[in-house]
T-cell receptor, first 109, second 115 residues
Framework: EDQVTQSPEALRLQEGESSSLNCSYTVSGLRGLFWYRQDPGKGPEFLFTLYSAGEEKEKERLKATLTKKESFLHITAPKPEDSATYLCAVRSGNTPLVFGKGTRLSVIA | KAGVTQTPRYLIKTRGQQVTLSCSPISGHRSVSWYQQTPGQGLQFLFEYFSETQRNKGNFPGRFSGRQFSNSRSEMNVSTLELGDSALYLC??????????????FGPGTRLLVL
């Protein structure tokens, strides 16, 4: 059974204090690993898709990386508007997308 | 391109009632998936439709059902509502069959409150 574990559950950063969020996964045959950002009361907003170990993608202050067992979402010099819950999900074969519980990020000015 | 739309956005029902939620995918997308999100359980998969056929079903009771129409729009129905059905119901669409690594794009969700 596919499993996704995200850590930490919550993270509080000062504005400009860089950090990383972790997503550990167990799947048989990864077809894709997805990162989403979710603001309270809204639907998840797509950030990145990673397909193979060694792949990296960047968008503004965010950079996602992938290894065979985990993915990291690096946040460089975060701003208060980066505060949100970040969700990681994996897909293997024809099985549905499996989500982690998310990391709640708070960036304090 | 317009994103995924869901109606209604908010709904209040009482126990025992039934409810129908609607989802219109991104234009050209043929796959629609539904999820239930609660603070305790996170995002849990309900079902997935592609070209009007259910491809996958999550571990939810038979009170939860869905369908997809020829224009790819989808509905989900929950009968005999229980208090525990209070949640944010999310719909996501994918261009293809989504059995591979295609990205799912989410709608804003329908917030259901069961009293």
């Amino acid at each position: 059974e596919d499993q996704v574990t995200q850590s930490p559950e919550a993270l509080r950063l000062q504005e400009g204090e860089s950090s990383s969020l972790n997503c550990s996964y167990t799947v048989s045959g990864l077809r894709g690993l997805f990162w989403y950002r979710q603001d309270p009361g809204k639907g998840p907003e797509f950030l990145f898709t990673l397909y193979s170990a060694g792949e990296e993608k960047e968008k503004e202050r965010l950079k996602a990386t992938l290894t065979k067992k985990e993915s990291f979402l690096h946040i460089t010099a975060p701003k208060p508007e980066d505060s949100a819950t970040y969700l990681c999900a994996v897909r293997s074969g024809n099985t549905p997308l499996v989500f982690g519980k998310g990391t709640r990020l708070s960036v304090i000015a | 391109k317009a994103g995924v739309t869901q109606t209604p956005r908010y709904l209040i029902k009482t126990r025992g009632q039934q409810v129908t939620l609607s989802c219109s995918p991104i234009s050209g997308h043929r796959s629609v998936s539904w999820y239930q999100q609660t603070p305790g359980q996170g995002l849990q998969f309900l079902f997935e439709y592609f070209s009007e056929t259910q491809r996958n079903k999550g571990n939810f009771p038979g009170r939860f059902s869905g369908r997809q129409f020829s224009n790819s729009r989808s509905e989900m129905n929950v009968s005999t509502l229980e208090l525990g059905d209070s949640a944010l119901y999310l719909c996501a669409s994918t261009q293809g069959s989504s059995s591979g690594g295609e990205t799912q794009y989410f709608g804003p969700g329908t917030r259901l409150l069961v009293l």
